[in-house]
Each structure stands twice: as C-alpha cells, then as structure tokens.
C-alpha cells in the first residue's frame, strides 16, 4: 500500500512541480544529487565483497568509477570489459581467491 501512496504523491509532485525546477540552476540539482550520494555508498559491503571475491569487487569498483566520472552505460561497459578480461588465457584467479597470477 506504502509503495502506490508514494507513486501517486511522485506522479502529483512531478505534475505540479516539474515547472518549478526547469528554472532551477544546473549547479544546484548537483549539489542534490551529490548530498544524496554518500548514503548510496556502503564501504562495509565493498569489503565484504572484496573479502569474498576479488574478481566481484573489481567489477563493482569499475562499474562505480565508470557510473562516478563519465555515465551509466560506460560503468557497465567497464565492469563486463573488467570481468571478460579474466577468461582470457593466460589470466588465472587461484580457487582460494587470495592471489591473482598473469601468464
């Protein structure tokens, strides 16, 4: 029920409000977007995710580097770049996940 109230209220507040923010400058919808982000970045999940896979953690730091500093599609074209790069021969992550050797 929670969700169809907050789609309704979105939908209004876009209809009566989109107006209102095309004057908005530029500069203040970024700094928006970059309060909202820290709370979008979980540090602990990252080592979490490092700890258990190195190859997951490389995709993930490249995809959030890509997505930071240029857009979404070249982020998720870094992380797939970054994981097929891996199952080319002569690259080989050891099971133990602790070590990675190139050939």
């Known amino acids: 029920m929670s969700n169809i109230v907050m789609a309704i209220t979105v939908i209004i507040s876009l209809e009566?409000?989109?107006?209102?923010l095309y004057y908005t400058p530029i500069a203040i919808?970024?700094?928006?977007?970059?309060s909202a982000l820290p709370g979008l970045v979980d540090l602990h999940e990252a080592y979490n995710i490092w700890k258990i896979d190195k190859l997951d953690f490389l995709a993930c730091a490249g995809a959030f580097i890509?997505?930071?500093?240029?857009?979404?599609?070249?982020?998720?074209?870094?992380?797939v770049t970054l994981v097929s790069a891996f199952y080319f021969p002569g690259i080989h992550i050891h099971k133990d996940n602790k070590s990675m050797s190139i050939q």
Do not use: K, N, Y
């Not at 919808?29 to 970059?34: K, N, Y």
């Not at 890509?66 to 992380?79: H, N, Q």
């Open 29 to 34: 919808l970024a700094a928006i977007i970059l």
């Open 66 to 79: 890509g997505v930071l500093f240029a857009s979404v599609e070249i982020g998720l074209l870094a992380a």
């Open 16 to 20: 009566l409000f989109t107006r209102l």
